[in-house]
């Protein structure tokens, strides 16, 4: 697994819950050092050990708080480059919607050797969709439900998204797109803020 997704999972603990709660998380996972490095690759077993882990410490059920990874990762002022990159797949939640199954290429553009999960998103009628996310690691679903619910939000519309479960490596979300311009959306910017 890339270095950027475990590092993004321990920023999500260290600033949500504080470092101590990531230092048990780190002692309970049996790791043999307390930071991932960005850059590196690692084993891909080791992510979904430090994931059980960290549910273990927070005590909470582990789908719960992989989709409140899922929103830190759109929402937090630390994790701001991934939210532009989101917005940039289009103007309105619709839009960003159908730009989900490039997310994989657009990931990859901006750091070359970062594999991202396959996704795809079906449409079943109007506002209806469905998103099939390729899971390398049980839970994922859960991470994009978090994303969908964060960028829905950010867009200002509103959605209901529910997790249908999956099997054979995939897991499945419905979105039922309510309103569009539900409340008023996040401020963003195309160009980046210098200083």
């Known amino acids: 697994m890339h270095g ?23 002692r309970v996972a049996e790791l043999d050092f307390v930071e991932f ?8 077993a080791l992510t979904p050990r430090v994931l059980d882990a960290i549910a273990q410490v927070l005590d909470r059920p582990r789908n719960e708080m992989m989709e409140d990874l899922g929103t830190y ?9 991934l939210r532009r990159l989101l917005r940039f797949g289009g103007v309105n939640f619709v839009e960003f919607l ?7 290429d657009r990931a990859r553009l901006a750091v ?3 594999h991202l999960p396959r996704i795809e998103l ?4 109007p506002n209806r969709f469905s998103l099939v996310c390729d899971c390398p690691v049980e839970g994922y679903g859960h991470v994009m ?14 959605a209901l998204l529910e997790h249908q479960g999956g099997g054979n490596g995939t897991e499945i979300i419905s979105i039922s797109l309510i309103e569009t311009e539900f409340a008023e959306g996040r401020v963003f910017d195309l160009g ?4």
Not at 73 to 81: I, R, Y
Not at 122 to 125: D, F, I, L, P
């Open 98 to 104: 159908q730009s989900l199954d490039d997310l994989p």
């Open 192 to 195: 980046a803020r210098a200083g």
């Open 73 to 81: 990762l759109v929402s937090h002022p630390t994790v701001e480059a």
């Open 4 to 26: 950027l997704i475990n590092r993004a999972i321990q920023c999500f603990v260290t600033d949500a819950y504080g470092s101590e709660k990531w230092l048990e998380a780190t």
């Open 37 to 44: 490095e960005a850059m590196m690759v690692y084993d891909e």
């Open 122 to 125: 079906r449409e079943h009628a």
């Open 145 to 158: 439900m978090g994303i969908l619910r964060a960028m829905a939000d950010d867009y200002g519309a509103l």
């Open 112 to 114: 070359s050797d970062l």
